[in-house]
T-cell receptor, first 115, second 117 residues
Framework: AQTVTQSQPEMSVQEAETVTLSCTYD???????LFWYKQPPSRQMILVIR??????QNATENRFSVNFQKAAKSFSLKISDSQLGDTAMYFC????????????FGKGTRLSVIA | EPEVTQTPSHQVTQMGQEVILRCVPI?????FYWYRQILGQKVEFLVS????????KSEIFDDQFSVERPDGSNFTLKIRSTKLEDSAMYFC???????????????FGPGTRLTVL
């Protein structure tokens, strides 16, 4: 079974600064997908960024980028130029490559952006 | 932009009562999911549904749970006899269906907060 571990329950960052959220996972699969989801106080789950394991290039979406280290089974999220609206819970998630399989989530990291 | 909707946003019920949580997936999606998030904990998969039958379910999804697509638009989760520990946020999600190995994003609804007293 796959597991996802987020070792930082809470983090804070000053507005406009950069912060990195950590995630490790365990799987015997060679191909899979990894995700970061954002859950603001409204509790809506919002997809932030996605990484395919077969791609060596790290995914980027505007101010969000990942550092994907397949051998180390590590998948960290970097948020640049942090904004107050980035305050949220961030969940790392894993999905097998079968196309419509369940997401396996980590416990989340609560990020606070401070003005 | 199409979105997944869920009703009600908040449901309060007495222990032992039956509840039905409703979801309207995105109209051309064929895969449907229910996830649960107990307050302060991680999001956990309950069940997936495709072609009018359960595709996959977790250990959490025991006999007190059932899912149904009663018409062409709604997807429901029924809890037959609620327990205190069923208090959680319940998220519905849907995705398009294509070939195996092709990624299909799961779009989440806003959730239903269930409180069992």
């Amino acid at each position: 079974a796959q597991t996802v571990t987020q070792s930082q329950p809470e983090m804070s960052v000053q507005e406009a600064e950069t912060v990195t959220l950590s995630c490790t996972y365990d799987t015997s699969e060679n191909n899979y997908y990894l995700f970061w989801y954002k859950q603001p106080p409204s509790r809506q789950m919002i997809l932030v960024i996605r990484q395919e394991a077969y791609k060596q290039q790290n995914a980027t979406e505007n101010r969000f980028s990942v550092n994907f280290q397949k051998a180390a089974k590590s998948f960290s999220l970097k948020i640049s130029d942090s904004q107050l609206g980035d305050t949220a819970m961030y969940f790392c998630a894993f999905m097998k490559p079968s196309g419509n399989t369940p997401l396996v989530f980590g416990k989340g990291t609560r990020l606070s952006v401070i003005a | 932009e199409p979105e997944v909707t869920q009703t009600p946003s908040h449901q309060v019920t007495q222990m032992g009562q039956e509840v039905i949580l409703r979801c309207v997936p995105i109209s051309n999606h064929l895969y449907f999911y229910w996830y649960r998030q107990i307050l302060g904990q991680k999001v956990e998969f309950l069940v997936s549904f495709y072609n009018n039958e359960i595709s996959e379910k977790s250990e959490i999804f025991d006999d007190q749970f059932s899912v149904e697509r009663p018409d062409g638009s709604n997807f429901t989760l029924k809890i037959r006899s609620t327990k205190l520990e069923d208090s959680a946020m319940y998220f519905c999600a849907s995705s398009w269906s294509s070939g195996s190995g092709v990624y299909n994003e799961q779009f989440f609804g806003p959730g239903t907060r269930l409180t069992v007293l």
